[in-house]
């Protein structure tokens, strides 16, 4: 039986590969792992590294210190000064993927900047600036309502319990 994670994880790989062709680099940032992790997180990351196994161009980047842990887990998304360094940090990478929320903060207007791509948990963010901006993609968050019964179908599970937020359909999600 698949878990909801997992499937999140192999989601987050596919669409960063879409938008990172063979040879984009993808950087992941991600609160998963010894330090912080969830068991959730770390399910997610654990897909997300396998599916990306072939890709040579993957960085895991955790949050460089606890401070900056408890600042994303309060504002459930990446804080600006977090957004600011992965920009500078890596200006020339294809995507960024957050499995910790959506920027907290206005588009960078300074600089262009990679893709990104992130997991939502929150249902409170704003996306929309992030959408016209063109540097949001796509954004992964929990669906409302009932859900599927447990599958081996990752595809099914994962539509049972997601929707993906593009540019193109964010406003119908939004509050």
Same mark, same amino acid.
């Given at each position: 039986m698949l878990f909801r994670s997992t499937c999140v994880g192999q989601r987050l790989a596919a669409e960063a590969l879409a938008?990172? &062709?063979d040879n984009g680099a993808i950087i992941a940032y991600t609160d998963a792992g010894p330090a912080y992790g969830t068991a959730a997180g770390n399910a997610q990351l654990a897909a997300f590294q396998s599916a990306l196994k072939n890709h040579a161009k993957l960085t895991i980047v955790p949050p460089a210190n606890y401070e900056t842990y408890r600042q994303i887990t309060e504002q459930q998304g990446l804080p600006a000064d977090v957004v600011t360094e992965l920009f500078r940090r890596h200006a020339t990478a294809r995507v960024i993927v957050s499995f910790v929320g959506v920027p907290r903060c206005p588009v960078p207007a300074d600089r262009p900047a990679p893709k990104l791509i992130a997991l939502d948990t929150s249902g409170t963010a704003n996306w929309g600036e992030?959408?016209?901006?063109g540097n949001l993609s796509a954004v992964i968050f929990s669906r409302e &309502?009932?859900?599927a019964q447990p599958t081996d179908d990752c595809a099914k599970l994962f539509n049972a319990w997601f929707a993906i937020a593009t540019r193109d359909n964010y406003r119908q999600f939004q509050p």
């Amino acid at each position: 039986m698949l878990f909801r994670s997992t499937c999140v994880g192999q989601r987050l790989a596919a669409e960063a590969l879409a938008l990172a &062709g063979d040879n984009g680099a993808i950087i992941a940032y991600t609160d998963a792992g010894p330090a912080y992790g969830t068991a959730a997180g770390n399910a997610q990351l654990a897909a997300f590294q396998s599916a990306l196994k072939n890709h040579a161009k993957l960085t895991i980047v955790p949050p460089a210190n606890y401070e900056t842990y408890r600042q994303i887990t309060e504002q459930q998304g990446l804080p600006a000064d977090v957004v600011t360094e992965l920009f500078r940090r890596h200006a020339t990478a294809r995507v960024i993927v957050s499995f910790v929320g959506v920027p907290r903060c206005p588009v960078p207007a300074d600089r262009p900047a990679p893709k990104l791509i992130a997991l939502d948990t929150s249902g409170t963010a704003n996306w929309g600036e992030w959408f016209d901006h063109g540097n949001l993609s796509a954004v992964i968050f929990s669906r409302e &309502g009932p859900k599927a019964q447990p599958t081996d179908d990752c595809a099914k599970l994962f539509n049972a319990w997601f929707a993906i937020a593009t540019r193109d359909n964010y406003r119908q999600f939004q509050p």
